[in-house]
């Protein structure tokens, strides 16, 4: 009688399970995201690792594992293993009808795209005799993350620029157009007897003047130089300086509603070159700061003095008062002509040049073109910020 009992408990158990086997991942779901779709190099964001059982059937223990590139970092996590990739596996315990979420801090520490790959479910078989695995799992969210290039401090940059840009805008005043009108103000003592509308004068009782428009408009761009020799020490570390100060700056002035135009010397299909126009569109600026978090050492690229050669093919034909920036890890007298080619003696320039240190090295002058020596902060100070420029003089 015993025997008969324990053969059919035995039958039992070998039927359920063969049923566990084909039913355990049904309406089984696995979430693997981040919390935000993008932060910047140094910033911290929550990855959330959501197992949810959507049946009455529990599933006593699974693993869930999945993968990440390097450029981002677990914070405080554990079963962790590091390679090539960080791998990541968890177990749960579900229960039927139950969601489990586990929340981790990541922090972003090489700008670039991260998505979490080869999400797989093991689960091992009630006698533990064996392991069920689901590599092709029922994936709810398995969304990625962009890493934006780190913002930095640009202080120094923005005094030179800004006394650049306000010198271009007092010249342009100079030299306004008659046949293009403004507006109507009132007079002021070094207002011209000529500009007096005498209309509007005998209308409001008051002295007005006509203003009118400049003959020239007013252009803003960056250039940057994403290219590097490997037989430069430090050359990787320079340019990626260099990128973040231009994308830095290009948040800035979009944050300040200005029109910019962003090119890069990466080899595009259409021009030869890259090209962003930013400033007044929320849309432009994600589009640059997505292509900026690429890897450029799988894309072709060309010489900087071809890209400025070649940018300024655009502004031919055209009347523009242009205030170039330049952004690059490398500082030679044939990428400086190249500048001064571009700005022709008519325009204004800074070429802002990546150094290990800006000790001693102040700003220089060549015709039109401002050189400013730029090195990243020593290693006590902020994460993010951008320094060594302290000895450089205001504008």
Not at 228 to 241: A, G, K, Q, V
Request: glycine share 6%.
């Amino acid at each position: 009688m015993i025997a008969v009992f324990l053969i059919g408990a035995g039958l039992l158990l070998l039927l359920y399970g063969y049923r566990y086997a084909r039913t355990w991942p049904r309406a089984l779901t696995v979430r693997v995201s981040f919390s935000r779709p993008h932060i910047f190099q140094g910033e911290q964001c929550e990855l959330t690792e959501e197992i949810e059982n959507r049946k009455r059937q529990a599933v006593p223990l699974t693993e869930i594992g999945f993968r990440l590139p390097r450029g981002v970092a677990f914070v405080d996590a554990e079963n962790i293993q590091k390679s090539d990739y960080v791998y990541k596996r968890d177990l749960f315990a579900v229960e039927g009808m139950e969601r489990i979420v586990r929340r981790y801090r990541v922090e972003g520490i090489k700008r670039g795209y991260y998505c979490p790959d080869q999400l797989s479910i093991h689960a091992p078989s009630l006698l533990f005799r064996g392991d069920y695995i689901l590599d092709e799992p029922d994936v709810g969210s398995l969304s990625g993350m962009y890493v934006y290039a780190r913002q930095v401090d640009l202080r120094p940059v923005l005094r030179v620029l800004d006394s650049l840009l306000g010198e271009r805008e007092s010249a342009r005043r100079l030299y306004e157009d008659p046949f293009v009108f403004s507006s109507i103000r009132q007079y002021a003592p070094q207002d011209p007897t000529k500009a007096v509308n005498w209309k509007a004068t005998a209308r409001t009782g008051e002295l007005m003047v006509n203003t009118f428009a400049s003959v020239t408009s007013l252009d803003l761009s960056i250039f940057l130089d994403v290219s590097m020799d490997e037989n430069i020490p430090f050359s990787e570390d320079l340019r990626e300086l260099a990128l973040c100060a231009a994308a830095s700056l290009a948040r800035n002035l979009a944050s300040r509603q200005e029109a910019v135009k962003f090119y890069v010397n990466i080899a595009a299909k259409d021009r030869g070159y890259t090209s962003f126009t930013i400033g007044r569109s929320a849309d432009a600026l994600t589009q640059l700061e997505e292509f900026l978090a690429s890897d450029f050492e799988k894309i072709n690229k060309i010489t900087f003095s071809d890209l400025i050669e070649k940018s300024s093919e655009e502004s031919r034909g055209r009347q523009t008062d242009r205030v170039c920036v330049f952004f690059s890890a490398f500082d030679t007298p044939a990428l400086r002509n190249s500048m001064l080619a571009l700005l022709s003696g008519q325009q204004s320039g800074l070429f802002v040049t990546a150094v290990r240190s800006a000790q001693g090295r102040r700003r220089e002058q060549q015709e039109n073109l401002y050189i400013l020596p730029y090195a990243d902060t020593p290693r006590s100070a902020s994460p993010g910020s951008f320094a060594g420029a302290d000895s450089v003089p205001p504008a």
